[in-house]
């Protein structure tokens, strides 16, 4: 990398891929609506209406990107970060319109059918689509490895996926001219047999409906991939709505990113532990919340220090994180702990940990002193009879009785960022007894989980 990677870096580098893909996307969308009105192909109006809908994506990240470097005032201590997400939410009601309508135009076409002219505008129309798709596809990747975005990364893919997409309506104009190469020469064949043999107006007439219906098969392409791009298009209208919505109602964004962070953090010889991290989506950024522990004889100046050094790290290596709270408290060792293991058996200490953790019938709760066990209770799992997102409910049960760590055999995502996020160590076991499971945590031979098992994601 030529140049250091910093926020304003970024947001430099992006406002000038959002010009670029602006540009030549508004192109393709005005041509191929254009053509497509004029060949009378739906399938290549869909399209358009496609790539119109990621012009209003696009106007609206850039929008974004420059109300993000508007800087917090009174009014909005938080910066202006979620003026984005509102905007996202209306262009995803107008994307939705946008997929309506050609839905609406393909639904028409189907009912009734009429062949799109098959030439040079309309076959060099999808040709162009499809190579600035993938232009802009491999821009997109170049961009996401330069800048280390995932997001990048992820709109090149979005983008070789528009190839396909930019392509199907070659099927409707294909079908066309295969009509006119098979269809034409049967009909013409027909008429001359008839004129030959002297048939009269009504059989005439049947090779007339005869050859009009093998032509229909052929035109119903055109509105049967104009459809399905329609309904691609309604789908992501959908999709940017939920996301707008998502933020604003604070779901927790890519859980995934908060284990990077906390590694970094730790590596900061003064942080003891991260204690806790939470986050929020507002626009393209993430503000966090961060508590940290730090050595119990740390002066609160050098605490100060220490929090503006952690501020710094994270911004360095995360650019789409803005607004950072870092509270600190001293780090103490603690005289007892609560350790939590999933069982489906009534037998306390004795009983096996069991293979699921949200469907678990019972805890068992060992508190250690000293390194030693003082006390064992078993309680029942609330979430056991809960329809949906057993493992988060779990997880926030065993939160409230103040466990310091979970041994279990497998762990969904919605659980395991929960607990981890909130400081509970998370160790993995297989299903043997308690007892001996907690003699491998007071010898430190249990493995800590570091990341979700995908056993357990049915049970969130």
């Not at 129309?125 to 190579?131: K, S």
């Not at 949200?358 to 006390?375: A, H, M, S, T």
């Not at 249990?446 to 969130?460: D, Q, T, V």
Request: glycine share 6%.
């Amino acid at each position: 990398m030529t140049e250091r990677l910093t926020k304003e870096n970024v947001v430099r580098i992006y406002k000038k891929v959002s010009i670029i893909t602006l540009v030549a996307l508004g192109v393709v969308t005005i041509t191929e609506f254009a053509i497509g009105r004029l060949t009378g192909s739906v399938g290549i109006l869909a399209d358009s209406y496609d790539n119109l809908s990621d012009v209003l994506s696009i106007i609206i990240v850039f929008v974004g990107l420059i109300m993000s470097e508007k800087p917090p005032d009174l009014s909005h201590p938080y910066g202006h970060y979620k003026a984005e997400n509102i905007a996202s939410l209306f262009v995803g009601f107008i994307i939705i319109l946008a997929g309506a309508v050609a839905m609406w135009e393909s639904f028409h076409k189907f009912l009734n059918p009429a062949p799109a002219e098959v030439n040079i505008l309309s076959v060099g129309t999808i040709l162009f689509a499809v190579a600035v798709s993938k232009g802009i596809a491999i821009y997109y990747k170049r961009v996401g490895e330069k800048t280390g975005s995932p997001s990048s990364v992820a709109e090149s893919k979005h983008f070789d996926a528009d190839v396909y997409l930019s392509l199907s309506p070659l099927a409707g104009l294909v079908a066309i001219y295969a009509a006119s190469q098979i269809v034409d020469p049967i009909s013409e064949a027909l008429n001359f047999l008839a004129l030959a043999q002297n048939a009269d107006f009504y059989q005439q007439l049947l090779i007339q409906i005869g050859t009009y219906k093998m032509y229909y098969g052929y035109m119903l392409v055109d509105p049967l991939v104009g459809m399905g791009i329609s309904l691609t298009v309604f789908w992501m209208g959908f999709n940017v709505s939920k996301n707008a919505v998502n933020v604003l109602v604070e779901k927790i964004p890519y859980p995934e990113i908060f284990e990077e962070i906390k590694k970094v953090v730790e590596e900061h010889l003064p942080v003891q532990r991260v204690a806790q991290i939470m986050a929020r989506s507002a626009g393209r950024y993430m503000l966090i919340d961060l508590v940290l522990e730090l050595k119990p004889d740390m002066k609160l100046k050098e605490s100060h220090y220490v929090i503006e050094e952690v501020r710094n790290i994270i911004w360095s290596k995360f650019p789409r994180v803005g607004y950072i709270l870092v509270e600190t408290r001293p780090s103490e060792k603690r005289e007892e702990e609560v350790i939590a293991f999933p069982t489906d058996e009534d037998d306390g200490i004795e009983s096996r940990v069991c293979s699921h953790f949200g469907k678990c019938k019972n805890f068992v709760l060992v508190k250690l002193k000293d390194k030693k066990v003082v006390g064992v209770e078993k309680v029942s799992n609330p979430a056991i009879k809960s329809a949906h997102g057993k493992g988060t409910e779990s997880a926030e049960f065993l939160y409230g009785k103040g466990i310091n760590a979970l041994v279990c055999k497998n762990l969904g995502k919605p659980a395991f960022y929960a607990l981890r996020n909130l400081g509970v160590f998370i160790y993995e076991s297989d299903e043997r007894p308690v007892r001996e499971l907690v003699d491998d945590y007071l010898n430190q031979k249990l493995r800590i989980l570091h990341k979700p098992s995908s056993a357990g994601h049915s049970e969130e």
